[in-house]
C-alpha cells in the first residue's frame, strides 16, 4: 500500500494551491491531511470518510481548505483557498481504516511555501 502525494509548490499570500494523495491498491475508511512546519510539531488539517464523504477540518482551516476525493483516481484532494504564511509547511496525506484509532499509513509529504 503506497500513498503519494504531490502539488505542493511556492505561492503568494492569497492565491490556491491542490494538493492530490493517491493510493494505491486499496481504498481507506478515513483519508487525512496533516502539516508540519518548521520546528512545530506536526498538525491535523482535515479528513474525509471514503464511505460516507463526511469532512471534518481543524479550526485553522476551515472555511479555507476542503477535502474531496477522487473516486476514479482513488485519491483524496486538499483544496487550499487563501493561502497565508503560516499554512507553510510540509502537507503529509495518511490513511486509517475504521478499527484503527491512529494512521498507520503516511505518504511522503509536499512542500508548501505561501511567501511574497
Known amino acids: 500500500v503506497q500513498l503519494q502525494a504531490s502539488g505542493g509548490g511556492l505561492v503568494q499570500p492569497g492565491d490556491s494551491l491542490t494538493l492530490s494523495c493517491a493510493a494505491s491498491g486499496r481504498t481507506f475508511y478515513i483519508m487525512a491531511w496533516f502539516r508540519q512546519a518548521p520546528g512545530e510539531e506536526r498538525e491535523f488539517v482535515g479528513r474525509i470518510s471514503w464511505s460516507t464523504d463526511t469532512e471534518y477540518y481543524a479550526d485553522s482551516v476551515k472555511g479555507r481548505f476542503t477535502i474531496s476525493r477522487d473516486i476514479a483516481k482513488n485519491a483524496v484532494l486538499l483544496r487550499m483557498n487563501t493561502l497565508k504564511p503560516e499554512d507553510t509547511a510540509v502537507y503529509y496525506c495518511?490513511?486509517?481504516?475504521?478499527?484503527?484509532?491512529?494512521?498507520?499509513?503516511w505518504g511522503q509529504g509536499t512542500q508548501v511555501t505561501v511567501s511574497s
Open positions: 495518511a490513511a486509517r481504516n475504521a478499527y484503527e484509532s491512529e494512521y498507520p499509513y
